[in-house]
C-alpha cells in the first residue's frame, strides 16, 4: 500500500525558509514520480514541484522556480522541499503527491493517484 505523509508545515514570516519532508512507503524511488502540489484557500490546486528518477525529469512551477527546490533520500525514502523567500501568495496547504508521471507542465498532478494528508504553510502579510 501506497502511504505518504508530510511534515515541516508552519508559520514563517516573508522573506523565510521552510523545509517540507515527505515521507513515502509502498513503492521504490524510480517506479513513480513524486511532486508537490499546494492549494490556497479559495483557490485552484497548483502543482508546484514534480521530480522523476525514472525519466528524469523535474519540473517547477514558474511561481516558485528559484525559490524551491526539491531533494530526495532514496535510503531513507524521504523527498524534501527547501522553500526559500516565501512570500504570502505561498499560503497553502502542501500535499506529497506520486505516482506514474513523466512530470510535463503544471498539471502534471491530475493522473497522480496517491496524495498525503498535507501540511500547512503559512505566510502572514
Known amino acids: 500500500e501506497v502511504q505518504l505523509v508530510e511534515s515541516g508545515g508552519g508559520l514563517v514570516q516573508a522573506g523565510g525558509s521552510l523545509r517540507l519532508s515527505c515521507s513515502y512507503r509502498?513503492?521504490?524511488?524510480?517506479?513513480?514520480?513524486l511532486g508537490w502540489v499546494r492549494q490556497a484557500p479559495g483557490k485552484e490546486r497548483e502543482g508546484i514541484v514534480c521530480?522523476?528518477?525514472?525519466?528524469?525529469?523535474?519540473f517547477y512551477a514558474d511561481s516558485v522556480k528559484g525559490r524551491f527546490t526539491v531533494s530526495t533520500d532514496n535510503v531513507k525514502n524521504m523527498m524534501y522541499l527547501q522553500m526559500n523567500g516565501l512570500r504570502p501568495e505561498d499560503t497553502a496547504r502542501y500535499y506529497c503527491?506520486?505516482?506514474?508521471?513523466?512530470?510535463?507542465?503544471?498539471?502534471?498532478?491530475?493522473?497522480?493517484?496517491?496524495w498525503g494528508e498535507g501540511t500547512l504553510v503559512t505566510v502572514p502579510s
Open positions: 503527491v506520486a505516482g506514474e508521471n513523466r512530470c510535463r507542465g503544471e498539471y502534471f498532478y491530475l493522473p497522480m493517484n496517491h
Open positions: 521530480f522523476s528518477w525514472l525519466w528524469d525529469t523535474t
Open positions: 509502498g513503492f521504490s524511488f524510480n517506479d513513480l514520480a
